[in-house]
């Protein structure tokens, strides 16, 4: 086991008292990546015992807020002189990601530009990179009109490998990103009934995680309107490995 993960926040956008904001930890490789900060991660990352100085990356799956907002908040909080010097911060996203930033440096300033350290801010196409030690792959996934991702990450060529499918909807783009991946952290923000096109139903999910034939299964992003509904026998009807419904502060290794 080389990486591990830790869920920040279990929800989706209307954060609950028992569920924040999305966000995930992954540590491993020497790093410490933020996947997805929602508001509310950088706060439970720091509880985790890694606060904004510890953060040696982040990865974004789509510019809706309740995935990406804290990385102002932690590029604000990165002004504090006692981080000067620090290791850089790398940022990986969608398309449209560097005019987010461009936007936020035009309202905020200085306050959002690196001081004593280097910002490498890349928006990323599907395929492979590096990140340090850590082998990533970004995955186009189906989210309505809204450029999404879902990203793939190793430890060197060979170790095992946790994706995650941020928002998505049913379709071949879901499967693919989790395809055959030790852990796969997939999303479950819909009651049955609706149809799974841009978010996925715990039915929905179970498909996309057989067809991904992943080794185990964690589900996150919870609306209020699924909580409470029998998710697990949903997702059963189709995926027969192992599954987790997640919650803020759950722990694993991958
Ligand atoms: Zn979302
Ligand atoms: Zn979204």
Redesign the pocket.
């Known amino acids: 086991m080389t990486l591990h993960l830790a869920v920040l926040g279990s929800g989706?956008?209307v954060p609950t008292a028992t569920r924040g904001?999305?966000g995930l930890l992954l540590r491993g490789g020497g790093e410490a990546l933020l996947l997805?900060p929602?508001p509310g991660s950088l706060a439970a990352a720091a509880r985790l015992g890694v606060g904004p100085g510890a953060v040696t990356g982040v990865l974004i799956t789509?510019l809706?807020l309740?995935?990406h907002l804290d990385l102002a908040a932690l590029l604000f909080a990165l002004h504090d002189p006692r981080f000067r010097g620090r290791p850089p911060l790398r940022v990986r996203g969608p398309r449209g990601l560097l005019r987010v930033y461009g936007l936020w440096r035009e309202a905020y300033g200085k306050w959002v530009e690196p001081a004593g350290y280097t910002l490498d801010i890349e928006e990323a196409g599907p395929g492979p990179r590096e990140l340090g030690a850590l082998r990533l792959e970004a995955c186009e996934v189906p989210h309505g009109s809204t450029p999404a991702l879902g990203w793939r990450i190793r430890e060197g060529g060979e170790g095992p490998v946790l994706a995650y499918s941020?928002?998505t909807g049913e379709g071949p783009g879901a499967a693919a990103c989790g395809r055959e991946a030790d852990l796969f952290v997939l999303?479950c923000?819909l009651p049955e009934g609706e149809a799974p096109l841009k978010?996925l139903t715990a039915a929905a999910a179970g498909r996309v995680a057989a067809s991904a034939r992943c080794r185990r299964l964690l589900l996150v992003?919870f609306s209020a309107r699924v909580d409470g509904t029998p998710i697990l026998e949903a997702v059963r009807a189709a995926y027969g490995g192992p599954v987790v419904l997640a919650t803020d502060g759950y722990e694993t290794g991958v």
């Open positions: 989706n956008a904001c999305p997805d929602g789509h809706h309740d995935h941020g928002d999303e923000t978010h992003h």
